[in-house]
């Protein structure tokens, strides 16, 4: 990897214990060094029970680690302010969910404008920009509908859309196929692979899935809480 581009990620040595009841303490990452460059499209991949959700949890901001340092962008995220990490969370994190995490009273189109209603957005311009987004993930169609009027794929489109509104510097995707038939997860890789080469999106993939990860630039492999290992992966969408 070139050090030209701007280094986003920027992890060393995160550890993250969980206290169980005393004297009981579970170690869960145990020293995890991570770097994603500006514009890259990786992929962290690995079984369950590996620390795959915690250490996208403390990518997020979600959670904090228990040691360690982070950067990302350049801002030191571990001694951060809570409210520093929340403008963080909304302005430079796309998150995508395998749950897909929408609000269930609210139509799509609303759904898309939440992130920009907490940035402050006024409310045309967050419904103007909301449309584009919807039409970029080709939901135009569908934005007045509410989440259990769509289907898996459909809702995944608008919480990827939902990812794009503040424009971030990283999309952070867990397991954003797994709760997808093969077909319509094909069409959201497809979707993530725009994102990276047409905007230059820094995307960071979650996955248990060796072929999905494949598809990525880097591909580093967690296990029992560290990353064993990094290689490259082709870049490209997978063969029919």
Request: charged share 25%.
């Amino acid at each position: 990897m070139s050090d030209k581009r701007r280094l986003i990620i920027d992890m060393e040595n995160i550890v993250k214990r969980y206290f169980i009841g005393q004297p009981n303490e579970l170690e869960v990452l145990h020293g995890v060094g991570l770097k994603v460059y500006e514009g890259e499209f990786v992929s962290i991949v690995g079984p369950s029970g590996s620390g795959k959700s915690t250490l996208m949890n403390m990518i997020g901001a979600l959670d904090l680690p228990t040691m360690g340092k982070y950067y990302l962008d350049g801002f030191d995220m571990y001694n951060a302010r809570e409210d520093d990490l929340s403008a963080i969370r909304n302005t430079k994190i796309g998150f995508v969910f395998q749950t897909y995490n929408l609000i269930p009273r609210m139509t799509a189109l609303k759904n898309v404008e939440l992130p920009m209603l907490y940035a402050g957005m006024g409310r045309r311009e967050r419904t103007v920009k909301a449309k584009k987004l919807m039409h970029m993930v080709e939901m135009e169609d569908r934005m007045h509908h509410k989440p259990d009027e769509l289907s898996g794929g459909q809702k995944q489109r608008v919480a990827i859309a939902r990812a794009m509104a503040n424009d971030p510097a990283i999309i952070l995707a867990d397991e954003p196929t797994g709760a997808l038939d093969s077909a319509t997860g094909r069409l959201i890789m497809d979707i993530f692979h725009r994102l990276n080469k047409e905007q230059g999106k820094t995307i960071v993939l979650i996955t248990h899935s060796n072929e999905l990860a494949e598809e990525t630039e880097r591909i580093m492999s967690l296990k029992d809480g560290l990353i064993i290992s990094e290689r490259k992966g082709t870049g490209k969408v997978a063969a029919g």
